[in-house]
C-alpha cells in the first residue's frame, strides 16, 4: 500500500446490491481508474439504504485517516434514495434547497416528453457548504464536501452516471492533488502452477520498488508487476523474472502485452497464414467460440464439428467405428483419428480435437471424470495427450479448451522453429 | 433490515479486486443466497491484502455487533495470500500445521502427474480452534471459527471455489442457525422486456405481502417474488401474474421451478425421443457449448458444424455456393440451408442455424452490427427470423444464441399442440 494520502474509499449505497440482485460493477470500475491514475482503494464498501451500516462505515473511514471517499447511489427521487439524508445528518449539515438546481432536472423530463413530478425537487437539495456537480447523462446532480479534511463525493448509482461524474468532476480534482506516478507490466503465462510461479518468484530480486501479484484467469496465470519508480525497473525485473523461467521461458510466456491465448495463437496463425479447425466432444463447441469470439478470427478459423454422438464422430469426421469399440469415445485412437478427420474436412493446416467425461455422470475407475483426451493435428504429425482435470462439468470443460490451445500455440512456435509448413 | 441476528458481514480480501483488475463476483452472488436463505448481507466490503484495512474492518464489524462473516481470497500458497495471518493474527490464536490436511493438497497434485512444492504446505495451516472445511474444487482448504461470538468461516476466493464452499459448508450451518422464514418464488421469462414486463405488473395486485424484483441473466428474464408470510400468497400472487400477461403467457413463460432455458428444451425433447443439431456461422459454437453445459444433454444433442467460412457452410452443409453469392451469407436463404443442412448432416428432428454480423467490423448500412439471420427446422418446415441486436461482439452472440433456443423451445410446444412427429 501507498501513502495513506493517496488512498480513497468507495463506498456504494444501495440494498439492490447487498441483496445480490445487482452487481456492483461501479466500485470495480472506479478503482481501476484510481489505479491508472495512482491512487490506490483501501476499502471497496456495498452497503444497504441503512443508517446503522453507513453510520459504521463513516466512522471506520474518518478514523483509518482515509482521506478520499466516492459516494455512489441513492440520489434519486423515490424514499430508498437515503444517501443526501445520512450525509447531511453525518457531517451535521443540513440540507438546503437550490432552486436553481431544480430547473435542469425540469428541464430533462420537458425535453423529452416525461411528465415532471413534485418528488424530483429533493434533487435539488444539498449538504450546507457542498459543491454541486452537474450530471451530463441524467437528473440528479452530485456534491462534493470537505469535512474536517476529508473530501466525499457523491454521485448517482446508475453506472453510466457514475463513469460520467467520475471523469467530469472527481478525475480532475484527483489529478490535482498530484497523483503519484504508477506503472504496471502484465505477463500471461500457461504451463506452470501458481505455486510452481510461486518458488520460480522467490529466485527473483524484485527490489523494494517493485511489487507482483499473480492471478489465475480462464486462459492463463496472470503476472502483474507494479512500482511507483519507472518503468526501466519493471523491464530490469522483468528480464531477471525470464531469466529464472529458463529454458522453458517461451513455453510458460503467452504474452507480455496482455493478449489472451486465443489473440496470440490469431497472431501466429495469421503470420504464417494458416487455418485451424476442431473437432470437439467433451467441450461442445466451447473451443470454436472461444476462437470465435475475438473479432478477426475469421482470418485462421475454419469452423468445427461439435460430434457429440458416436455416429457423428464415424460419419462426419471419419473416425472408425471399430477404434471407437475397441478404445471407447474418450480414448487416445479416437481423440487423434477426430483430430485427423477435421483437419480433412476442413482443409485445414491445423486441427484441435477434444474427447473427455465432463461428469458429474458417465465417470468410471479407469476413466474418471476429468480424464480428457485431446489432440492436435499440425501440417506434418498429430499427436495426442491426456489430463485429468479436477471440477465441475463447466470447470472440466473450460481446462480442456485452454490446455488444447495452450499445446496448440507451443506446438505452432516449434513448428516455426524446425520446420517450413508442408502447405 | 431484519434483526441483527440476521445479518452477514461479507469481506473479500485481494489487492487484485481493489486495484480494479478483477471484478468482485463473489459478494454478489453470496448475498444472492443469503438472501434466498432469509439472512440480509449488511455489508460487502473488499480489501487489498494489507494488515490495517483488516483491522480496521474486523473492529466495525465486532463493534457493530455482526455476528457472521464470510471472508474470501488469500489462501493460497503464494506470499500475497495474507488472509490466514491476518485472521490469526487478529483473534490472537497461532496458526498451527495440520499433517492431515497435507496428504489431500498433495494427492491432488500427484494424482494429476505435477509436482508438488513445499510451498503449499502452508495451506495446511489453520488457528488455532478452527474447523477445517474441505475444498471440494481446489487444493486450498478453508476453515470456520468461532471467537467472541462472532463465526468467521473463510474460503478461497477462486469464485467456483468460493460458491462450492459455500453451498458445502456455510449453506448448512445458517440453515441450521434456524434461518427466519422467506419464501420465494422464481419466474423465468421470455420474449418481453424489462420495461413490458414493469406494465404487467403494474396491473397485478401483490398485497403488502409480497414484493417482487427482476433480473435479466442470459437465458431469460427472472421474476422473483418473496414473502414471510406463506408460499400460498405467493401462489396468489402468481395466478394473478399469470392472468395478467394473457394469451402469450405460455411463450412467456420459460419455467415455474428454476430451470434455464436448456433444461426446458431438453425436458421437451427427451419427453418426444426428438434429437437437434446445430449449424452455427456468428454463433460460433456457442449454441452447441451452452447445450453441452448441461449435464444430460447427449440424450437430445447430436451435434454441430460450425461453419465459419462460406466454404464450409457449402461443403458440410451442402448450402448452394450461388445463395451465398447472390444474397449473402447472413441471409434468409443462406440461414434457412443451413439449418436444412444440419438437420440432413445430422438426421435430427431439429436443428437450428445462425448467420449474423457479430462486429465490432463487417457492418454495412443494409446489414449493420448485430444483424442476425436465425433459422429452426422443425420436424415438418422450416422457418427464419431476423434480429437487430445492440451490443458488443459477445453480446450480439450471446443474445443471438438465446434468442433461437427460446423461438426453438415456442416452435416444440407448438408443435406438441398441432400435430404429430413425422419422425
Known amino acids: 500500500m501507498s501513502n495513506i494520502k493517496n488512498q480513497v474509499a468507495i463506498i456504494n449505497l444501495g440494498t439492490e446490491l447487498t441483496q445480490g440482485f445487482t452487481q456492483n460493477t461501479n466500485a470495480h470500475w472506479i478503482s481501476g481508474r484510481l489505479r491508472d491514475m495512482g491512487f490506490d482503494t483501501a476499502y471497496q464498501i456495498a452497503l444497504p439504504d441503512s443508517a446503522d451500516t453507513w453510520n459504521s ?88 464536501v470537505t469535512h474536517e479534511g476529508i473530501t466525499l463525493f457523491a454521485t448517482p448509482g446508475v453506472p453510466s452516471e457514475a463513469k460520467a461524474m467520475f471523469e467530469r468532476h472527481i478525475a480532475p480534482w484527483l489529478l490535482a492533488q498530484g497523483a503519484p506516478k504508477f506503472f504496471t507490466k502484465e505477463t500471461r503465462l500457461a504451463e506452470i502452477t ?152 476442413f482443409h485445414c493446416d491445423w486441427a484441435l480435437a477434444t474427447s473427455g467425461i465432463a461428469g458429474p455422470h458417465g465417470g468410471t475407475e479407469e476413466k474418471p471424470v476429468g480424464l480428457t483426451w485431446m489432440a492436435i493435428a499440425t501440417p506434418n504429425k498429430i499427436f495426442a495427450f491426456q489430463e485429468k482435470f479436477l471440477g465441475n462439468r463447466e470447470q472440466i470443460r473450460l481446462k480442456s479448451v485452454y490446455r488444447v490451445l495452450s499445446r496448440l500455440r507451443i506446438a505452432i512456435l516449434e513448428q516455426k522453429i524446425t520446420c517450413t509448413s508442408v502447405h
Chains 1, 2 share one sequence.
Open 194 to 345: 501458481e505455486s510452481d510461479l510461486e518458488l520460480v518468484l522467490r529466485k527473483v530480486d524484485f527490489t523494494e520498488e517493485v511489487s507482483w501479484s499473480s492471478l489465475p484467469v480462464k486462459d492463463a496465470l496472470v503476472l502483474r508487476m507494479y512500482s511507483h519508480k519507472s518503468p526501466e525497473i519493471l523491464e530490469t525485473v522483468q528480464a531477471r523474472f525470464e531469466k529464472a523461467l529458463g529454458e522453458k521461458a517461451h513455453s510458460i510466456i503467452v504474452s507480455r502485452d496482455g493478449k489472451n491465448m486465443v489473440q496470440v495463437i490469431m497472431e501466429l496463425l495469421n503470420a504464417r497464414h494458416e487455418m485451424i479447425a476442431t473437432a470437439e466432444s467433451c467441450t461442445g463447441g466451447l473451443i470454436a467460440s472461444e476462437i470465435v469470439s475475438e473479432s478477426g478470427s475469421s482470418a485462421i478459423f475454419a469452423g468445427s464439428i461439435v460430434a457429440y454422438q458416436n455416429e457423428v464422430k464415424t460419419q462426419l469426421l471419419g473416425v472408425p467405428s471399430d477404434l471407437i469399440e475397441q478404445y471407447g469415445a474418450v480414448s487416445e485412437p479416437v481423440v487423434t483419428a477426430m483430430a485427423k478427420g477435421a483437419q480433412q474436412a
Open 57 to 144: 462505515t463513516w466512522n471506520m473511514i474518518r478514523e483509518a485517516g482515509v482521506r478520499m471517499v466516492i459516494i455512489g447511489g441513492g440520489l434519486g427521487p423515490t424514499a430508498d434514495d437515503k444517501t443526501r439524508d445520512l450525509i447531511a445528518k453525518t457531517l451535521n449539515r443540513p440540507l438546503v434547497y437550490h432552486p436553481e438546481w431544480e430547473e435542469p432536472i425540469k428541464l430533462w423530463f420537458t425535453s423529452r416528453g416525461k411528465p415532471y413530478s413534485a418528488s424530483n425537487q429533493i434533487q435539488a437539495c444539498f449538504p450546507e457548504g457542498a459543491l454541486v456537480l452537474d450530471n451530463p447523462v441524467g437528473t440528479a446532480p452530485g456534491f462534493q
